[in-house]
């Protein structure tokens, strides 16, 4: 739980034209969801913010993010991150503005990325704050192409698919946040062939006039598997799997020789359904495949040098991006159940 005191006098004096908050409304998790979480499982909480002491800086919160992982923390099943406590606000990405700052990076009306998202206004230590530039990129692609979506993709095509020229991938969950991301870099980095799947014929038509993927369908309409072969009838090289289950299963199947399987994700499972598969794992001894996992948070050194490239190829208009917006505050907990029935393209953002 946050400590809750009020914000000091001496905070205030950094913004005397703008009165500063001295509490704040945050979302937290009141029971711990069982199958798809529902409104009941979090409730609305008024929280005082704490003082604010040296290098720290108060944040006016303008996007929120909202992340197929948060629903894995709403469990407390081991993972690799902790669990949300149960009646504790949750946490998350978050794009804010400086209201009050005693710290020297960081100006009163700077824009930052943080990450004590779910809630109106944050105090935190600068240190953990990025500075974000509302000039370079409009706000919410901060939470998404150029914020940690952009960066997983870049890291499992950069550093885990190992992809040459002329090879074929296959990106499932592709319309979303990391997916569409993903099979565009792949594109960058010379595939030759990426297909996506994806859960309507409007995003299946998006992946290809809008992200440039050579071919798309729908994961709901016919067996993965049966419409993967007939998009990729020789096999693909590379899989970049954000679904896990079926598209697991299905991708694992169209492996061909020393192809690269890279599991970026499962959100097929998060909410404890039925788990499908894999249940030809033997196709990788056949074919010399290998299965890599990663965690983007232990790739951060590649942070600085996905921000150059990214921007630049957002500039020159070789990647493309999409936020799908909700507004307001009130709405972030359906907005968070709306990404996970797949009410996105790209990334899903809740302006507050
Ligand atoms: P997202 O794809 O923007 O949003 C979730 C999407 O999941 C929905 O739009 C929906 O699209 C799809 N979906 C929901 N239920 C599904 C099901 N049963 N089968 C197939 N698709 C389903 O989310 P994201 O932020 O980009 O995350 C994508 C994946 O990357 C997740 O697995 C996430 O955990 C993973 N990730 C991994 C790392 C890492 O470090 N390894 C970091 C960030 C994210 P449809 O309409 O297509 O169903």
Not at 150 to 170: D, H, K, N, P, Q
Request: proline content about 5%; hydrophobic content about 45%; cysteine-free.
């Amino acid at each position: 739980m946050m400590i809750q005191t009020s914000v000091t006098e001496e905070a205030m004096s950094n913004n005397a034209a703008e009165p500063l908050p001295t509490s704040t409304r945050a979302w937290s998790l009141v029971s711990r969801p069982e199958g798809r979480p529902t409104t009941d499982d979090v409730a609305l909480q008024v929280l005082a913010l704490p003082d604010l002491q040296d290098g720290q800086i108060l944040v006016e919160n303008e996007y929120l993010s909202v992340d197929p992982y948060m629903r894995g923390r709403m469990s407390d099943k081991k993972s690799y991150m902790p669990p949300f406590d149960v009646g504790a606000p949750m946490d998350g990405p978050a794009i804010g503005r400086v209201l009050a700052s005693r710290s020297d990076d960081f100006a009163v009306g700077d824009h930052v990325f943080h990450v004590l998202g779910w809630r109106e206004h944050a105090v935190l230590d600068a240190d953990t704050a990025f500075p974000v530039d509302p000039d370079a990129a409009p706000l919410p692609a901060y939470l998404g192409v150029l914020g940690i979506p952009g960066l997983t993709a870049y890291v499992g095509i950069e550093r885990f698919a190992e992809i040459s020229g002329g090879e074929t991938v296959y990106v499932s969950g592709a319309a979303g946040a990391v997916g569409s991301v993903a099979g565009q870099i792949a594109k960058i980095r010379g595939a030759e062939r990426v297909i996506g799947s994806a859960g309507s014929d409007e995003k299946v038509r998006e992946l290809v006039e809008v992200f440039g993927f050579d071919a798309a369908f729908n994961y709901k309409t016919a067996p993965i598997a049966d419409q993967l072969a007939e998009l990729a009838p020789d096999g693909v090289d590379v899989v970049f799997d954000n679904v896990g289950g079926e598209a697991m299963e299905a991708g694992i199947g169209a492996l061909r020789v020393h192809a690269r399987f890279v599991l970026a994700g499962m959100l097929s499972q998060y909410n404890d359904e039925a788990v499908v598969g894999p249940r030809n794992l033997w196709h990788l001894s056949i074919t010399r495949s290998r299965i890599l996992a990663f965690m983007v948070s232990e790739e951060m050194d590649l942070r600085d040098r996905f921000l150059r490239e990214a921007s630049g190829w957002i500039a020159e208009g070789t990647l493309r991006h999409r936020e799908t917006i909700r507004e307001g505050f009130d709405g972030m907990f359906d907005a968070f159940l709306a990404m996970m029935r797949g009410e996105n393209t790209g990334k899903m953002v809740v302006r507050v």
